[in-house]
């Protein structure tokens, strides 16, 4: 059965700290592994695609790479704004099955 | 804009009634999804489509219906058997087969009242 585990379900942080949030995955035959970032009562706002082991993306502060077993999103230096819950999906099979983790709830304090 | 419209944002219903939650994309996606998200919990996959008149079930589809009569067009059906209806559902479109972008709308909250 496909599954995406995320971790640690929480994650608090100083201003400044830099640290990673991980996204293992068991699917048959990965399509996509997706990073998205979501606010209390909105809907997740995308923000990478992986496709295959090495690939490597980058936006502002953050920098996701992936495996051939998981995926790792590192926030470099993060500031208070970047508190939110990190959310990792992959699309696996011939339906293109659209499969979420948990999530990640992170904090950065000041 | 491009982009995903789901309406309302906040829906009332009362016990024993179906309602439609609205989801409309202009982003050109073959692929639709729904999900539904309950507090401090992960998205949990509702249905799926990948092409006009075609949709398939995903984790938790009882109590459910969706249909897919045009591409820009995915409506979920809550009906009176969803015993536990009150939640945060969300829609997503994305390329399919490309699976270069998946975006999710605003979402609907519900609530049973």
């Known amino acids: 059965e496909d599954q995406v585990t995320q971790s640690p379900e929480a994650l608090r942080l100083q201003e400044g700290e830099s640290s990673s949030l991980n996204c293992s995955y068991t699917?048959?035959?990965?399509?996509?592994l997706f990073w998205y970032r979501q606010d209390p009562g909105k809907g997740p706002e995308f923000l990478f695609t992986?496709?295959?082991a090495g690939e490597e993306k980058e936006k502002e502060r953050l920098k996701a790479t992936l495996t051939k077993k998981e995926s790792f999103l590192h926030i470099t230096a993060p500031k208070p704004e970047d508190s939110a819950t990190y959310l990792c999906a992959v699309i696996s099979g011939g339906y293109n099955k659209l499969i979420f983790g948990a999530g990640t709830r992170l904090a950065v304090h000041p | 804009d491009g982009g995903i419209t789901q309406s309302p944002k906040y829906l009332f219903r009362k016990e024993g009634q179906n309602v439609t939650l609205s989801c409309e994309q202009n982003l050109n996606h073959d692929a639709m999804y729904w999900y539904r998200q309950d507090p401090g919990q992960g998205l949990r996959l509702i249905y799926y489509s990948q092409i006009v008149n075609d949709f398939q079930k995903g984790d938790i589809a009882e109590g459910y219906s969706v249909s897919r009569e045009k591409k820009e067009s995915f409506p979920l059906t809550v009906t009176s058997a969803q015993k536990n209806p009150t939640a945060f559902y969300l829609c997503?479109?994305?390329?399919?087969?490309?699976?270069?972008?998946?975006?999710f709308g605003q979402g609907t909250r519900l609530t049973v009242v």
């Open positions: 997503a479109s994305g390329t399919g087969v490309s699976n270069t972008e998946a975006f």
């Open positions: 992986l496709y295959s």
């Open positions: 699917v048959s035959g990965l399509r996509g």
